[in-house]
């Protein structure tokens, strides 16, 4: 909106030529995003504590836990808002993908909304059946997929990591593909989001992440020397990109240990499923695996766990998702998050390198 209002002033008045470079749109877009967290959050958190909405704790979780029965949820609200507001202020609303990943970011965010409000507001235990929150993710992201298979820009060929050559085309399976990692990385973020601070700090560095990887996709000069798929329009993504690593470090000031307000499933499934579309969007895909790799830790240990039981009668780890079993070893929950966050600084790094090392 604010690129629209100001931009067309630049014939006039020379400074707001600024509004062209999507890099000076990116900071204000994370300035902003910040700024609202810091404004709407000590508000929201407040009304979250008068209407008494607070987490309800599994009692078989770490007696540890037991303590943070009641602390505000649905936190995820705040992430959302800071996400897509300064999206819409300050990128070219022209532009498809930032209508997609908007898309994308209010659906799963509204699917996690109604599974957090059943379960804490009508105090259904169970909330959003397993089958209906699957159903609405699949429906989200099938919709997704088939706006990014209708643009020329997106082809139907996936990068390989440290490969230079390697472009497979997956034809008509593409688009299953799609839904599957959007899927797949929103619930690998909710199966993350267990101790405070813990999914928030690699969803800010995986969003810092693609914003470079969104920049260099659609810059044709860069992504020629860099040998990475050019996707026209793709640069638009930086800002929605900015804006989610803002808002992620604006919840973090209320999140951080001891946390203050969880984000809940509208906020977990929300940021998955942004990466996920995002990742899509930018052709790097694949790559999001290394990224997110602590999000896809967490999610095999559980995967590894439930069949291990299933058909061994054993279990590999003393609880999952794996956390749970680093805490239940004598772990201290602030050394557990920041070792996480640690591994997660690594692996984007490595993500990285992989526009150089092919």
């Known amino acids: 909106m604010l690129y629209h209002l100001l931009f067309p002033l630049h014939a006039t008045y020379s400074f707001f030529n600024v509004f062209r470079y999507i890099t000076f749109r990116t900071i204000y877009a994370s300035i902003t995003a910040l700024l609202l967290c810091f404004i709407l959050g000590p508000w929201l958190i407040r009304e979250l504590e008068a209407k008494q909405i607070g987490q309800t704790i599994r009692s078989d979780g770490p007696e540890s836990h037991q303590a943070k029965a009641g602390t505000p949820t649905m936190g995820g609200l705040l992430i959302v808002l800071a996400s897509v ?19 994308v970011t209010v659906g799963f965010g ?13 105090k259904d235990s169970k909330g959003l059946s397993p089958r209906g929150k699957l159903l609405g993710q699949f429906l989200v992201a099938t919709i997704a997929a088939g706006l990014i298979s209708m643009d020329i820009g997106i082809t139907s060929t996936v990068s390989i990591p440290f490969f230079k050559n390697l472009h497979p085309s997956m034809g008509w399976v593409y688009i299953p593909f799609i839904i599957l990692v959007i899927v797949g990385a929103s619930n690998a973020v909710n199966l993350t989001d267990g101790l ?43 800002i929605f990109c900015g804006s989610l690593a803002g808002a992620g470090i604006g919840f973090l000031w209320y999140n951080t240990y001891p946390a203050q307000v969880f984000m809940g499933d509208t906020g977990s499934l929300a940021i998955g499923g942004a990466l996920g579309v995002v990742a899509v969007m930018v052709k790097q895909e694949i790559v999001l695996a290394l990224v997110g790799g602590v999000f896809v830790m967490e999610a095999l240990s559980v995967i590894f766990q439930v069949s291990s039981y299933k058909w061994r009668k054993k279990r590999i780890f003393r609880m999952a998702p794996i956390h749970h079993h680093f805490e239940l070893k004598g772990w201290a929950e602030p050394k557990i998050i920041v070792r996480f966050w640690i591994v997660s600084i690594i692996l984007a790094l490595l993500a990285i390198s992989t526009l150089k090392i092919r």
């Open 85 to 103: 507001v300064p999206t819409l202020l300050w990128a070219n609303l022209y532009n498809p993908y930032i209508w997609i990943v908007v898309f």
């Open 196 to 238: 405070d601070g813990l999914a928030i700090g690699p969803s800010i560095i995986a969003a810092g992440t693609y914003m470079l990887f969104a920049y260099l996709a659609g810059n044709v000069k860069i992504s020629s020397y860099l040998q990475i798929p050019y996707v026209p329009g793709a640069g638009e993504l930086t």
């Open 110 to 122: 509204a699917i996690g909304f109604i599974d957090d409000y059943k379960k804490v507001i009508k």
